[in-house]
Each structure stands twice: as C-alpha cells, then as structure tokens.
C-alpha cells in the first residue's frame, strides 16, 4: 500500500514537471492579444534556447524588439517561417520568456503569439488548430530539459573550477607560509647563536670585575 501511495505520488509530480500549455493573453503592438503559453519546470534561459535554436535550424534567426520606451522590448520575431509542425503557411512567430515567480528562476513561461501582418491569427483558429499548437508548445520539453541539463553542467563546471582555483590559491599560500616559517625558524637559530655569542663576551666582561 505505501509502495502504491509513493508510486502515485511521484507520477503526480512528474506530470506537474511536464510542461503545460494554455491559452492566455500578452500585451503586444499596444493591445491585449490572444495568445499561447506554457509553462516549463526550467530556466527561462534554457527555454530560451530551447525556441530559439527550434527555429534556428529551420533557418530563422530572430528579431529582438529592445528599447527602453519599447513596450514589445522582449519578444523575440521570426518572420515568415513556415513551422510544419504548425500550419502550412509562413507566418510571423513572436515568443518571449519569463521567470513564473519573481523570486525564482526554476520555472519559465513561454508566450507564444502568430501573427500575419497585424492580424492574430488564433482569432480565426479551429479547435484542431489550437491543439495543434498546444502539442507543438508540449514537444519541446524534451529540448526545453536538455538545455537545462546543459546549464546546469555548466554552472556546476564553473562552480568546480572556482573551487579548484581557490584550492589553488591556498596551496600557494601554504608554500608561501612554509617559506617564511623556514627562513624565520633559520633566522631564530642564527639569533640564539648570536645571542649565546653576545652572552659569552658579556660573561668575559664580568669576570674582568673580579680581577
């Protein structure tokens, strides 16, 4: 029985961790717009990556909206791709990623908007079509956690690089110490020779008091 309960229980959790698209809204070209989102138990920066190397290898680079006064600042815009996976048609897709939380970066929002010219194209999309795109969203989980495995190699290399490289450092410090604590025990010893030298002419001086 406590076997079956933890074994619910970590399919639970796994299904939580699985990414999850939704329909939603996003504040794009001074409008509320329809649009598609998923959420990815990631770093926004691996689903950045993620989505950007999707199309990427299709052949599209991106187009970031920046500015300080742009209020599309961003998105990034690939135009006129054609997404097989999608539509049959070249459209102009726009994604931007956020952190789900303020206080954390563990979990990301993709928002996913098609646009064709000044026309969103989810206003006239059947149900068909809307899960077609949930699917797509979903498919790139897989990618979504290698980039994040990536990441997480890397930050880790850099932690254990660091760590090495103070390791590093101490140890020159320890042969620096060992140095000084040699010269300074060959300089005690070259002290009490010159003391017990000093000390020996000292008693010859005050012997010449009793003669």
């Known amino acids: ?18 990414a999850q698209p939704y329909e939603g809204k996003a504040e794009f070209d001074k409008k509320r717009q329809d649009a598609f989102l998923c959420d990815y138990a990631a770093s926004p920066e691996a689903v950045d990556l993620a989505i950007t190397k999707y199309f990427q290898q299709l052949g599209y680079k991106p187009v970031e909206e920046k500015g300080l006064f742009n209020k599309d600042k961003g998105f990034k815009t690939f135009k006129d791709a054609y997404v097989q996976d999608i539509t049959g048609e070249k459209i102009d897709y726009l994604v931007k990623v956020e952190a789900r939380t303020k206080k954390s970066t563990e979990g990301a929002t993709l928002t996913f908007l098609m646009m064709k010219g000044l026309l969103n194209e989810k206003n006239d999309m059947k149900e068909d079509e809307i899960k077609k795109v949930k699917r797509f969203l979903a498919s790139l989980e897989a990618s979504v956690q290698r ?9 880790q290399e850099d932690q254990v690089q660091k760590s090495q490289k103070k390791l590093s450092t101490l140890k020159s410090e320890q042969i620096d110490l060992e140095k000084k604590m040699q010269t300074n025990f060959s300089n005690q010893q070259d002290m009490e020779k010159e003391i017990s030298a000093k000390q020996t002419a000292l008693e010859v001086l005050k012997a010449k008091r009793l003669q």
């Open 147 to 155: 980039e994040y495995l990536e990441l997480q190699i890397k930050a």
């Open 1 to 18: 029985m406590r076997f079956l309960t933890l074994l619910i229980l970590s399919l639970f959790v796994a299904t939580n961790l699985l």
